[in-house]
């Protein structure tokens, strides 16, 4: 069972309002540590076992998450630009050849919770 606290609320709503990656110190710093690590590492870890959240692990040896947007598709799947670290959904019905054509030709199911694929956005100078 699951209980919802007020602090459980203010960690959701910087979540929701980080527009790029993060970290659990980011969060904690938002909170002026009036929270707990150990309440924010519990929280976060729920939101990525649930799909609200991705867990990435960057250059530069940390661990980054980013809020994952709620959307009707059964695909999950991300471009993420490498310079600006901004994620954006694609929900493309080309997906789905990506994911048989994986499965048939190289012999590997892929998780259809989350796909990123890691470039440069057009913002940033990718071609276009």
Known sequence: MSYKTKQKDVILDIIKNKKNEFTIKDIYVETEKSIGLTTIYRLVDKLIKNGTLSKN????????????????????????????????????????????????????????????????????????
């Open 57 to 128: 692990i960057g250059e530069d040896n940390v661990t980054y998450y980013q809020y994952l947007e709620d959307c009707n598709c059964d695909n999950h799947f991300y471009l993420k630009c490498t310079k600006c670290g901004k994620l954006i959904h694609v929900d493309c019905d080309c997906i789905g050849d990506l994911y048989n054509h994986i499965l048939s030709i190289h012999k590997f199911s892929l998780s259809k919770e989350h796909i990123i694929i890691n470039g440069i956005c057009n913002i940033c100078g990718g071609n276009v």
